[in-house]
């Protein structure tokens, strides 16, 4: 029961945290850069069934390989592209804990 809440809350909560305290200005358009970092998730459809619940998607689904995370923490560095790396990273690390859970 509370693992779709924990997961779920940190693709959704912790972005918009994030946006409010650091991009105060521009907090809107923050938050929905980082929410499109949930667009990685459409590698899942290249799964076998496309859902299972207790699969753990970091190393598995090619956009959450090992390779692609060190590219999204990478995206962290320029200020350009900062809050797409965030909004990604943020997705890893929900899916992450989900894993753990």
């Known amino acids: 029961m509370y693992k779709p809440i924990i997961h779920y809350g940190i693709h959704f909560i912790l ?14 358009r923050a ?3 980082m929410i ?8 899942h459809i290249l799964a076998t069934p496309i859902f ?7 190393n598995f689904h090619p ?7 060190a590219i999204y923490i990478l995206l962290l560095i320029p200020k350009k592209t ?3 790396g ?16």
């Not at 499109?36 to 590698?43: E, F, R, S």
């Not at 956009?63 to 995370?69: E, G, K, N, Q, V």
């Open 82 to 84: 900062r809050l797409i």
């Open 52 to 58: 299972a619940p207790n699969r753990c998607s970091i």
């Open 15 to 28: 972005p918009l945290v994030v946006a409010v305290f650091f991009y105060k200005k521009n907090w809107k």
């Open 31 to 33: 938050y929905l850069i």
């Open 36 to 43: 499109c970092g949930m667009l990685i998730d459409l590698d």
């Open 63 to 69: 956009l959450h390989s090992y390779y692609a995370i």
């Open 86 to 101: 965030l909004g990604l990273v943020i997705h890893i690390l929900a899916d992450s804990v989900d894993c753990l859970l």
